[in-house]
């Protein structure tokens, strides 16, 4: 009887066991649902609907008119890219940190418009100064040329409804704000902080959205 008790006792114990392994396995697949929930909400709340680039082609139509400037962004290459950044909201602060550069050449909410015409001509007015553009579009990007200086800026292009995104490499950026400026010096240190901070990241682009 003692033995048929011990062989008892042992098979109840190794019951248990399975199930407290069970258990545990459960807990674990509901904590990394949770987690993975909890860092998708992140993401999103910190980036907005235009996280990472567009891949859909534009249409020169639905450019055209007058776009006025409203606030920075970042969007990711890719939603790894996203991802990979979530943890330490690396974006997060790096927006923050492009509308305080672009505050400091005047560049700032409802103060900058984009106006792109019907004859590929356009102009980016800044306060009380206009820059003459040509634009065209190249699939998803569209492309401003400063026929002063020659210089090309290639922008990811996202739209939602009346809202337009523009999307570009930091480097892109500085062309883009040099040209539009023309003040070098005060471009590069006023986004000396923004490239900091995404110096070792890779598949990041800074922007500016839009409004019609």
Known sequence: MM??????LLMAATTQGMQAQGLLKGLKSIAKEVVTESVKEAVDSATG????????AVTRDSLLGKWTYTEP?????????????????ASEKAEKELGAALSKIDFTGGKVTLTLNADSTGVLTLGEKDVQ?????????????FPLTEKEVSMNASMAGSELQLAMNPEKMKTLLTAATEKAEAVGTALTAVTSTLKNVEGVYLGMKYKK
């Not at 033995?3 to 008892?8: D, R």
């Not at 609907?49 to 859909?56: C, E, G, R, V």
């Not at 634009?135 to 990007?141: A, C, I, L, R, Y």
């Open 49 to 56: 609907t235009n996280a990472t680039l567009s891949k859909h």
């Open 73 to 89: 962004c970042v969007a990711f290459e890719s939603k790894n890219a996203l991802t990979k950044l979530a943890g330490n909201m």
């Open 3 to 8: 033995k048929m008790l011990a062989v008892g």
């Open 133 to 145: 553009v040509n634009w065209n579009v190249k699939e998803s990007d569209l492309v401003l040329v």
